[in-house]
């Protein structure tokens, strides 16, 4: 008997002077605003886990989580290059990067292994609507390709080359 109490009052102090972790809520919202109309006020974000959903007539109310601040550290514009497109993929290394139009102009290509090493590297005619890239002499793996143009439009692919 005396064992047990002893057991129990140990586990008693240890969970009471021990240290827990907590884990609070957070989600990180892509974009957000307030309406305030007619004396109603309405905050919203995009990017939160729904947890209830409520309708009635015409008016439809979702209800998630929402931050008590939002704070902005930097926002970085996409200056992507459109209207290309890479096949086959995955291949044994030889892919066809296709442009939907001639206007692209000259572009520069570099391919980097999973690492982050560079593996090729050229440059291309954009006057051609398909180019072939040679990647059949790298290793087995995956790649990303990145096609840029003089203006710095980019775009970037995963590159699967099996052997």
Same mark, same amino acid.
């Given at each position: ?9 140990? @586990?008693?102090i ?9 884990? *609070?809520?957070?989600v990180?919202?892509?974009a957000?605003?307030?309406?305030? /109309?007619?004396?109603?006020?309405? =905050?919203w974000?995009?990017? *939160? =886990?729904?947890?209830? %959903? ?12 929402? $931050? #008590?601040? $939002? =704070?902005t =550290? ?13 096949? #086959?993929? #995955? ?7 296709? /442009?939907?139009?001639?206007?692209? !102009? ?11 090493k560079?593996?090729? $590297?050229? !440059? ?6 398909t +180019?072939?890239?040679? @990647?059949s002499?790298? #290793? ?9 143009? /003089? +203006? ?7 590159? %699967?080359?099996?052997?």
């Amino acid at each position: 008997m005396m064992k047990n109490s002893f057991t129990l009052f140990s @586990l008693f102090i240890i969970a009471h002077f021990s240290q827990a972790q907590s884990v *609070e809520r957070s989600v990180i919202g892509s974009a957000g605003g307030v309406v305030n /109309a007619s004396g109603s006020i309405v =905050t919203w974000t995009v990017g *939160e =886990t729904v947890i209830q %959903t409520a309708s009635g007539g015409s008016v439809i109310l979702t209800q998630g989580y929402q $931050q #008590p601040e $939002q =704070t902005t =550290t930097s926002v970085k514009s996409m200056n992507t290059l459109n209207g290309l497109k890479v096949y #086959p993929n #995955p291949s044994n290394g030889v892919f066809q990067l296709e /442009a939907q139009s001639a206007t692209i !102009g000259n572009l520069s290509i570099s391919v980097t292994d999973a690492s982050g090493k560079l593996a090729y $590297q050229s !440059g291309i005619s954009g006057n051609s609507l398909t +180019n072939s890239i040679d @990647l059949s002499n790298l #290793p087995g793996g995956i790649y990303l390709l990145k096609v840029a143009d /003089a +203006n710095q439009l980019t775009n970037t692919f995963k590159l %699967t080359i099996i052997k």
